[in-house]
């Protein structure tokens, strides 16, 4: 679990998941491979960059594969945010034998490990990251957003993937399992804010997840 109690002040911490890709459209299991926003995910990516655009977003973090970098890219342009950083803790998950399949060729291709991914999810799949890796990483990853926040940033913007968003999330609640899965969907925002204050001398301690998978409607 990780521990919040050590910053002193108040954060915001963002979470975007990339606007809808041409993967996403052809319900491709995209993985680390390239696949580039659609008409619908750039328009989903103005959007998240109008709403962010009130948010004081000092700092936005991306995975370095194009649809979250472009998405990054984006979001910035829309709300005038000076700064993008690329971080390979951002991408997506290794997604092992079942990168780049449609998920309907799947039952047939690999009959055996599609039952057990039913109930297992990706700890079932050859070559795919475990649970415990992606918690190994995204905790490296807050521990970098821990650093950030000491060094006076207060309100940071990461965008990413589905699969990495779950191990951001569990990392903060202990939680070592795929299943549930937490859905979200393109362009989906999650937010986790941090309170560590002083009131009436008295030391007030508050981190909450705020959003989880917030939709904006596009226009």
């Given at each position: 679990?990780?521990?919040?109690r050590e910053l002193?002040?108040?954060?915001?911490?963002?979470?975007?998941?990339?606007?809808?890709?041409?993967?996403?459209?052809?319900?491709?299991?995209?993985?680390?491979?390239?696949?580039?926003?659609?008409?619908?995910?750039?328009?989903?990516?103005?959007?998240?960059?109008?709403?962010?655009?009130?948010?004081?977003?000092?700092l936005i973090l991306?995975?370095?594969?194009?649809?979250?970098?472009?998405?990054?890219?984006?979001?910035?342009?829309?709300?005038?945010?000076?700064?993008i950083e690329l971080?390979?803790?951002?991408?997506?998950?290794?997604?092992?034998?079942?990168?780049?399949?449609?998920?309907?060729?799947?039952?047939?291709?690999?009959?055996?490990?599609?039952?057990?991914?039913?109930?297992?999810?990706?700890?079932?799949?050859?070559?795919?990251?475990?649970?415990?890796?992606?918690?190994?990483?995204?905790?490296?990853?807050?521990?970098?957003?821990?650093?950030?926040?000491?060094?006076?940033?207060?309100?940071?913007?990461?965008?990413?993937?589905?699969?990495?968003?779950?191990?951001?999330?569990?990392?903060?609640?202990?939680?070592?399992?795929?299943?549930?899965?937490?859905?979200?969907?393109?362009?989906?925002?999650?937010?986790?804010?941090?309170?560590?204050?002083?009131?009436?001398?008295?030391?007030?301690?508050?981190?909450?997840?705020?959003?989880?998978?917030?939709?904006?409607?596009?226009?």
């Amino acid at each position: 679990m990780i521990d919040f109690r050590e910053l002193q002040g108040k954060g915001n911490f963002y979470f975007l998941r990339h606007g809808e890709s041409s993967g996403n459209i052809d319900r491709i299991i995209q993985g680390r491979r390239e696949y580039p926003l659609s008409e619908t995910g750039i328009k989903q990516a103005e959007e998240a960059g109008k709403w962010f655009a009130a948010k004081g977003i000092e700092l936005i973090l991306t995975s370095p594969l194009s649809r979250a970098k472009a998405t990054a890219e984006i979001v910035a342009a829309e709300a005038e945010i000076a700064k993008i950083e690329l971080c390979d803790q951002l991408t997506e998950l290794d997604t092992g034998i079942f990168t780049g399949l449609m998920w309907r060729d799947i039952p047939d291709k690999h009959p055996e490990q599609w039952s057990l991914f039913q109930k297992e999810s990706w700890e079932s799949v050859p070559q795919a990251e475990t649970m415990a890796d992606l918690l190994e990483r995204t905790a490296a990853f807050w521990q970098f957003l821990k650093s950030l926040h000491r060094r006076g940033r207060r309100n940071i913007l990461s965008v990413t993937h589905s699969g990495t968003l779950q191990g951001i999330i569990k990392s903060t609640l202990n939680y070592r399992e795929w299943m549930p899965l937490i859905p979200i969907a393109n362009c989906g925002i999650c937010h986790f804010s941090l309170d560590n204050t002083r009131n009436n001398h008295q030391s007030v301690y508050n981190c909450q997840w705020e959003m989880l998978n917030y939709q904006l409607l596009i226009s």
